[in-house]
T-cell receptor
Framework: DTGVSQDPRHKITKRGQNVTFRCDPI?????LYWYRQTLGQGPEFLTY????????KSRLLSDRFSAERPKGSFSTLEIQRTEQGDSAMYLC???????????FGSGTRLTVV | AQKITQTQPGMFVQEKEAVTLDCTYD???????LFWYKQPSSGEMIFLIY??????QNATEGRYSLNFQKARKSANLVISASQLGDSAMYFC?????????????FGKGTKLSVKP
């Protein structure tokens, strides 16, 4: 297992379109986190999964955002009716448990035009 | 209130010299963890060093050390013998204990530029 993989690396979409990102965590990690990072800022927490259960969602996660982690393996983050303000880097991280470190993926950079 | 404050938007350092990147934090939780991450222009977040709130000694990892001053709520990163490859964004982050699912709270980052 080489780390956390995210796909795609880059996505350009027109405003109003739907987009979906995928994250493959390290296989033995049961915790998975999604973060969003806008230009000039640090990453901000979006949502957290423990196995297949989505246990926490940030207020940043509007109704247009939905995340899943079927079977507790990979996760998807979907944004419906994208807006220009959704342009950001979307980072996924995984961890074996609450006290251990986090491994981040390389992120998906979304540009909404 | 900001939970993680990084007051240096940008820093310059000469190659082979040491540099300190500042980080202060705010929490009332007695149990917490502090992290530093490096983010090169490629975008991935690279873990550098971790300090637990109950750790008695300052953390060190190779050229990285963390100057942890609990009473002052500061967790500065010291990079010794800077290299050109150290040029990147550096983020300080905190994981709180009780009531937290383990998500990290990040500062705004410091852009480090190493000059040859």
């Amino acid at each position: 297992d080489t780390g956390v993989s995210q796909d795609p690396r880059h996505k350009i979409t027109k405003r109003g379109q739907n987009v979906t990102f995928r994250c493959d965590p390290i296989s033995e990690h049961n915790r998975l986190y999604w973060y969003r990072q806008t230009l000039g800022q640090g990453p901000e927490f979006l949502t957290y999964f423990q196995n297949e259960a989505q246990l926490e969602k940030s207020r940043l996660l509007s109704d247009r955002f939905s995340a899943e982690r079927p079977k507790g393996s990979f996760s998807t983050l979907e944004i419906q009716r994208t807006e220009q303000g959704d342009s950001a880097m979307y980072l996924c991280a995984s961890s074996p448990d609450r006290t251990q470190g986090y491994t981040f993926g390389s992120g998906t950079r979304l540009t909404v035009v | 209130a900001q939970k993680i404050t990084q007051t240096q938007p940008g820093m310059f350092v000469q190659e082979k010299e040491a540099v300190t990147l500042d980080c202060t934090y705010d929490t009332s939780d007695p149990s917490y963890g502090l992290f530093w991450y490096k983010q090169p222009s490629s975008g991935e977040m690279i873990f550098l060093i971790y300090q637990g709130s109950y750790d008695q000694q300052n953390a060190t990892e190779g050229r990285y050390s963390l100057n942890f001053q609990k009473a002052r709520k500061s967790a500065n990163l010291v990079i010794s013998a800077s290299q050109l490859g150290d040029s990147a964004m550096y983020f300080c982050a905190m994981r709180e204990g009780r009531g937290s699912q383990g998500n990290l709270i990040f500062g705004k980052g410091t852009k480090l530029s190493v000059k040859p």
